[in-house]
């Protein structure tokens, strides 16, 4: 199984950087994903890393440390329509298929 | 817009019956896994089916099941349905089940057990 951790809740300014971590355990690892999920809306995908280091996709950018077991989401400039939740996701190879499994997501405010 | 489409939008169902939900997989893709997502929480997989056969599944009873159809679409079907039940459900769909690729997830299915 999988063990994956993140914060539950985080508050930013309206052009500022927030990073968002996120650690896991798996026994299998084959990929990390970030979605954003607005309330009352279907996630939507951000990123992918499957190799140490950073993509870098406009004003998002995520990190990968496989060794550690984490990742973060980095944000930058912030916007009011960045609030929304953010899930990380691990994908695990082992037992023969490639099932992501979410975190509880990390709520995002952003305010003013 | 994703291109992948649940029916219904919104449900609400007694406690003890049986629910069908449906999934339009956005096209082109050929493998659909299901979620459920209660509030305040990140999706809980529920099971994967590649090319019509399921493919992989999570912690949920045998009274969530699934189909895929020729042409990828899919459903979830949950008998005896409780009152714990109520949450999003939620299908992604994805070309190739073990391919480094995204899932596309559709609105979601809102569904109340009373």
């Known amino acids: 199984g999988q063990n994956i951790d993140q914060p539950t809740e985080m508050t930013a300014t309206e052009g500022a950087i927030v990073q968002i971590n996120c650690t896991y355990q798996?026994?299998?690892?084959?990929?990390l994903f970030w979605y954003q999920q607005h309330a009352g809306e279907a996630p939507t995908f951000l990123s992918y890393n499957v190799l140490d280091g950073l993509e870098e996709k406009g004003r998002f950018s995520s990190f990968l440390s496989r060794s550690k077991g984490y990742s973060y989401l980095l944000l930058k400039e912030l916007q009011m329509k960045d609030s929304a939740s953010y899930l990380c996701a691990v994908r695990d190879s082992s037992g023969g298929s490639y099932i992501p499994t979410f975190g509880r997501g990390t709520s995002l405010i952003v305010h003013p | 817009e994703t291109g992948v489409t649940q029916s219904p939008t919104h449900l609400i169902k007694t406690r003890g019956q049986q629910v069908t939900l449906r999934c339009s997989s956005q096209?082109?893709?050929?493998?659909v896994s299901w979620y459920q997502q209660a509030l305040g929480q990140g999706p809980q997989f529920i099971f994967q089916?590649?090319?019509?056969?399921?493919?992989g599944r999570g912690n949920f009873p045998p009274r969530f099941s699934g189909l895929q159809f020729p042409n990828y679409s899919s459903e979830l079907n949950v008998n005896a349905l409780e009152l714990d039940d109520s949450a999003l459900y939620l299908c992604a769909s994805s070309l190739g089940a073990d391919l480094n690729t995204e899932a596309f997830f559709g609105q979601g299915t809102r569904l109340t057990v009373v």
């Open positions: 798996t026994s299998g690892f084959n990929g």
């Open positions: 096209s082109g893709h050929n493998t």
């Open positions: 089916y590649y090319r019509e056969e399921e493919n």
